[in-house]
């Protein structure tokens, strides 16, 4: 086998020799990485607000954060359903899906 044909076997990498994910993955891993973003964000914002700079604030708030996502994450996946129904009935995605 060439190196041509070698390159399109292979699956594409994240890092290293760490494959991608396929793409069924996709509806589990956006929500994962944006559960994690909102739940971050908005605890840093609530413990900077109700506590402000304290000593040991950055393990607090990680330790916060990680109790936030292990709740926002299954929260996530619960809704996303009923968010997208919701989606469908206050926006026109017949244009999202092209010329019909």
């Known amino acids: 086998m060439n190196r041509a044909e070698q390159m399109q076997t292979e699956r594409p990498t994240i890092i290293g020799n760490i494959p991608k994910l396929p793409a069924k993955w996709a509806a589990v891993v956006l929500p994962f990485i944006l559960s994690g973003l909102m739940s971050g964000i908005i605890s840093l914002i609530n413990m900077l607000r109700n506590l402000g700079w304290i000593d040991g604030f950055i393990n607090l708030w990680f330790h916060n ?7 926002a994450f299954p929260i996530v ?3 996303l359903p009923l968010v997208r129904k919701l989606t469908g009935q206050l926006v026109d995605l017949s244009a999202a899906n092209g010329p019909k």
């Open 65 to 71: 954060w990680m109790i936030s996502w292990a709740f």
């Open 77 to 79: 996946l619960m809704l």
